[in-house]
């Protein structure tokens, strides 16, 4: 299976440049499986295309403002996202400057204090940082928000709160799970009188999320590592939810990550560690029976995994009919609700 095999044309007008007014005013576009049509629809129409005893799974990860910009000794501006805490001071992050730093370099941080580098970790550089205040807790007021490439301006305060779920807790992100960006709380009143039951995984999105596929040939494909943890509270609620006759469905590509990592011999388990896995057609879905998601970059890993649990044809179908539709696309844009070809859908 080669990269250009989930090429699309999306015209440059339709990549969401700020988030809507109200979150669940973005279109929601419903993809049952082929031949059944497509349909146009809210994400405040949730409650209704949803069951009672259904479960909705979010990602309850918050996002740090992981952006900095400094100067080195040398006088070379520095720009630096972490992609990663480690603690003690510590973190990976990938270093935008004109000449590599080495180890032992230090950078002058525009809001105070340095960072030394200490060395490389593949592609990442791993810095400790001299602040006045435990790094996770500075970042909060040092940092800058880390916005996607593709929302070409400068974050502004609304984006401190946009950028970010509603059920956000669990800090060490540094891009939003954007399918969670559409629920506020109206929202989700109405689909707990709905009888819509709720589940969180943690899954911290890594800097690699952007990282674009350099290879052909996918089967040469190195996926970047994130840290996950699915809870055993978390588990049980979808055992109960499946013995019910319930459906799970996952709100976004990083629950579906989550929960096909955690997957052993064919069960979900309680999982909590690293995950590189990489899903793209042929690979079978088995831990959700359908998914929330936004619109992904042409030639994306975030693309192959929908058209792994939709079908590659009928998910160009969707984004054909997206684009024709004017939906918008991306982080701040519009979403879809895919059904797997097993589930029922009403």
């Known amino acids: 299976m080669k990269k250009s ?17 109200e979150r669940s005013a973005s279109r929601l576009m419903i993809v049952p499986p082929a031949p059944a049509a497509l349909q146009d629809r809210h994400v405040r129409d949730l409650p209704e295309l949803l069951q009672p005893g259904d479960l909705l799974v979010f990602n309850d990860t918050r996002v740090i403002p ?17 992609e990663r805490l480690l603690g003690a001071q510590q973190a990976r992050a990938q270093i935008g400057a004109s000449k590599s730093p080495k180890a032992g370099g230090r950078i002058a941080l525009d809001a105070g204090g340095e960072a030394e580098v200490l060395g490389r970790d593949g592609e990442f550089y791993l810095l400790r940082f001299e ?20 929302i070409r301006r400068e974050p502004g305060l609304d984006d401190r709160e946009r950028y970010q779920t509603v059920f956000a807790r669990e800090t060490g992100a540094v891009a939003a799970p954007t399918a969670g960006l559409h629920f506020d709380e109206p929202l989700l009143a109405r689909l707990r009188e709905r009888g819509v039951e709720f589940g969180h995984v943690t899954l911290h999105v ?21 840290w996950l943890n699915v ?3 978390l588990v049980e609620q979808v055992r109960r939810t499946r013995a019910a006759g319930g459906r799970v469905i996952a709100v976004g590509t990083t629950v579906v990550r989550s929960l096909e ?15 590189q896995i990489f899903i793209l057609p042929g690979y079978r879905i088995r831990s959700v029976d359908a998914m929330v998601t936004n619109f992904h970059l042409p030639e994306s890993t975030l693309l192959m995994m929908v058209s792994a649990f939709a079908g590659r044809e009928r998910i160009f179908e969707a984004y054909h ?3 024709a539709g004017q939906y918008r696309f991306f982080s701040y844009g519009d979403a879809m609700l895919l059904w ?7």
């Open 5 to 21: 095999d989930f090429h699309y044309e999306l015209p440059e007008a339709l990549i969401a440049q700020a988030p809507l007014a």
């Open 66 to 82: 992981a952006r900095l910009f400094g100067q080195k000794a040398s006088g070379g501006r520095v720009e630096i996202l972490i």
């Open 131 to 150: 602040v006045p205040e435990p790094l996770e807790q500075w970042l909060l007021h040092a940092g800058r928000l880390p916005l996607p490439p593709y």
């Open 206 to 226: 890594g800097a690699g999320t952007f990282q674009p596929v350099r290879v052909e040939s996918l089967s040469d494909h190195v996926m970047h590592r994130e």
């Open 231 to 233: 809870g055993a509270e």
């Open 261 to 275: 990592s955690a997957m052993r011999d064919g069960e979900l388990q309680p999982f909590a560690g690293e995950t």
């Open 321 to 323: 009919h997206a684009i």
């Open 340 to 346: 797997s070809a097993d589930a029922p859908t009403a």
